[in-house]
């Protein structure tokens, strides 16, 4: 994904450029590095996991994936994707999420890093076709 930060007129500028039947929306992108503690790392783990599948039946969720480092097993990757602003502020002001936040304060081995993202769109590069490309896809 892009982010993009754009002056308002940019931004009115692109969405009365589409066609009109289609709705001009930033969705919203959440990534967040958590650590956990070494000796507590299942307890997060699954605390993630059921935090990802509650936040997935949310309004407005497209998207919520909880990914454990491989180098680390105590540190976690969450990337959420909300379709507008006030979807995403309606679930950080969820009670479930409030108790989420009360649970794993307890597992943290640092305050997480929290990154959000205001996504005007999204490009998906061609795949390489360069034989010698040793990144290539398929």
Known sequence: WMTTRRS???????????????????????????????GRASELRQLLADRALAARDEPGCEGYEVAELLDDPATFLVVETWRSPADMRAHFASDAHAEYLHRVDELLARPSEVVMHDVASTTRPAPSTSPTDAGRFG
């Open 8 to 38: 308002h007129n940019a931004w009115r500028w692109a969405c009365s450029t589409r066609a009109s039947s289609l709705a001009c929306m930033h969705s919203q992108v959440v990534v967040a590095r958590i650590a956990g503690l070494a």
